[in-house]
């Protein structure tokens, strides 16, 4: 992603999806497009990578597309 986003950040499952215990999401049970969760915070950089780093407070939305 642009500026090193989604580097350290969370990610947050939507629990309403096929997954196991271990929070890893059972692909082969998703048939259509899916959304599986969130990213949120880690950090963004200053490109090149030769700058400050600062938080992140961005949140991304992301989908399964089988």
């Known amino acids: 992603m642009p500026a090193l986003l989604g580097t350290n950040a969370k990610f ?6 096929p997954h196991y215990d271990n929070e890893v999401i059972k692909l082969n049970q998703l ?3 899916t959304f ?8 963004k950089a200053e490109l090149p ?7 992140s407070d961005y949140i991304f939305k992301v989908y399964i597309n089988p």
């Open 12 to 17: 947050i499952l939507n629990r309403n999806i």
């Open 31 to 33: 048939t259509q497009r």
């Open 36 to 43: 599986a969760g969130y990213i949120f915070g880690g950090i």
């Open 49 to 55: 990578n030769n700058g400050p780093s600062t938080p």
